[in-house]
């Protein structure tokens, strides 16, 4: 049984890319219920979409539930029908929560609206899973975010960290997990090609003109220039050596 409108090589190569991650590390444990926090964007598309392909086969034992925080921006309903829509398909229940948390965040010219928005989403996102008594919070990380966010904290924090398969929150409440954390995005965007998933744009005046945005792309040029970077990148954050690392008294 399929979960995705067009059942090929690529989905099952991908699932299988989904469910190593997943047993890697140690994402998802029998009877979980999982909160996929379903933004309508490509990232988190191809999560819901893989996670429900994984549950419809049989191999993983969870039950999923899409959460979406609608920010507020223009289109929402447009990006709503398309949630509805992709998620009827993929059978896959779906909750929202309606907001203005979009336009509050970047009125009057604040200097920090993505920090902003992404703090007031996740709170609102954690009071919908919590009302639903959802065990696990699945995001559309995946690689390239990982290593776009090691060097945002790199450059910007002064601090060698980056996002984690799995956190738990909230003293443990929920476990926010990402099982896309070892894929590189030029997957997904093959997978989204193919499977057409309803992808809308975020209505977000600032979308694609962010400090992470930059990184991202500057990680593209290093990888065109010299190929196979980022995946180096993405094993040495796994091989760590602090007994190599300076540390003050």
């Known amino acids: 049984m399929s979960a995705l409108p067009h059942s090929t090589s690529l989905v099952g190569e991908m699932a299988d890319e989904v469910a190593a991650c997943l047993a890697d590390y140690d994402l998802i444990p029998p009877g979980a219920k999982i909160g996929v926090a379903l933004s309508g964007g490509l990232d988190s598309w191809a999560v819901a979409a893989l996670l429900a392909e994984l549950v419809a086969a049989g191999r993983i034992d969870a039950h999923l539930t899409a959460l979406h925080v609608e920010l507020g921006h223009p289109g929402s309903q447009d990006r709503l029908q398309a949630l509805l829509e992709g998620c009827r398909a993929a059978s896959v229940p779906l909750v929202v929560h309606h907001s203005t948390i979009g336009p509050e965040s970047v009125a009057d010219g604040g200097k920090r609206p993505c920090f902003l928005c992404a703090r007031r989403r996740r709170q609102a996102l954690y009071e919908l899973a919590d009302s639903l008594e959802i065990t696990h919070i699945a995001t559309g990380h995946h ?15 002064r601090e060698i960290s980056t996002l984690m398969p799995a956190q738990p929150v909230f003293d443990g409440r929920f476990v926010l997990i990402r099982p896309l954390y070892a894929l590189p995005k030029d997957r997904l965007a093959k997978l989204h090609r193919q499977q057409e998933f309803p ?8 979308d694609g003109a962010t400090r ?9 040029e290093i990888e065109e220039s010299r190929p196979g970077t980022k995946d180096a990148l993405f094993q040495a954050l796994h091989r760590a050596k602090p007994d190599f690392l300076p540390r003050r008294r």
């Open 199 to 206: 992808v809308q744009p975020s209505g977000c005046p600032i």
């Open 212 to 220: 992470r945005s930059e990184l991202a792309s500057w990680l593209e």
């Open 143 to 157: 690689r390239d975010d990982v290593l776009a966010s090691f060097l945002l904290n790199l450059l910007e924090n």
